[in-house]
T-cell receptor, first 115, second 111 residues
Framework: EPEVTQTPSHQVTQMGQEVILRCVPI?????FYWYRQILGQKVEFLVS????????KSEIFDDQFSVERPDGSNFTLKIRSTKLEDSAMYFC?????????????FGPGTRLTVT | RKEVEQDPGPFNVPEGATVAFNCTYS??????FFWYRQDCRKEPKLLMS???SGNEDGRFTAQLNRASQYISLLIRDSKLSDSATYLC????????????FGTGTLLAVQP
């Protein structure tokens, strides 16, 4: 069964450093997403990406965040200058959305710890 | 009012019990509805989509009431492996179809 994969599984970084989180969505999916979950809180939408551009972003997704799909398979989330409050699980998801199937499938997540 | 509201639980039930979870959502324009399951420190896994006609998948039955903006999930014959957090999720549809999550309901099935 196809699945979303993410690397690394755990990233520890110092405040102010740049991090790049990587995702490989399911191969025939067209819509890609990043969500985050702070420990003990609910899953929150960050950004959606379709046709090589951002289609929607949340208030959390400020100028410190960026996404790209550099090579047609990887989908990356970059945080330019990490803050302590960026510590969270970051989940990538993908969906097909054709034929009105809007189900999103999540990767195993990257645990980001900012010290 | 929260966008998606769930009873956080925990629901402690014995094996074999039937348990029901409820959820309400605030935006009447919501188009798609789902139940996801999340194990501790793992990713949300899609359990089932929810349709107005109701749908069933084995021991799991989901119902949607658009008029009341209410979603339910029924689990029959609970197994130990059903222990997890159950997330009620809605989407507004449109180009992005971003998911809006509830805080989840924790289920603990006891032997």
């Amino acid at each position: 069964e196809p699945e979303v994969t993410q690397t690394p599984s755990h990233q520890v970084t110092q405040m102010g450093q740049e991090v790049i989180l990587r995702c490989v969505p399911i191969s025939n999916h067209l819509y890609f997403y990043w969500y985050r979950q702070i420990l003990g809180q609910k899953v929150e939408f960050l950004v959606s990406f379709y046709n090589n551009e951002i289609s929607e972003k949340s208030e959390i997704f400020d100028d410190q965040f960026s996404v790209e799909r550099p090579d047609g398979s990887n989908f990356t989330l970059k945080i330019r200058s990490t803050k302590l409050e960026d510590s969270a699980m970051y989940f990538c998801a993908s969906s097909d959305n054709r034929f009105e199937t809007y189900e999103q499938y999540f990767g195993p997540g990257t645990r980001l710890t900012v010290t | 009012r929260k966008e998606v509201e769930q009873d956080p639980g925990p629901f402690n039930v014995p094996e074999g019990a039937t348990v029901a979870f409820n959820c309400t959502y605030s935006n009447s324009a919501s188009q798609s509805f789902f139940w996801y399951r999340q194990d501790c420190r793992k990713e949300p896994k899609l359990l089932m989509s929810v349709y107005s006609s109701g749908n069933e998948d084995g021991r799991f039955t989901a119902q949607l009431n658009r008029a009341s903006q209410y979603i339910s999930l029924l689990i029959r014959d609970s197994k130990l492996s059903d222990s997890a957090t159950y997330l009620c999720v809605v989407a507004l549809g449109g180009a992005t179809n971003k998911l809006i999550f509830g805080t989840g309901t924790l289920l603990a099935v006891q032997p």
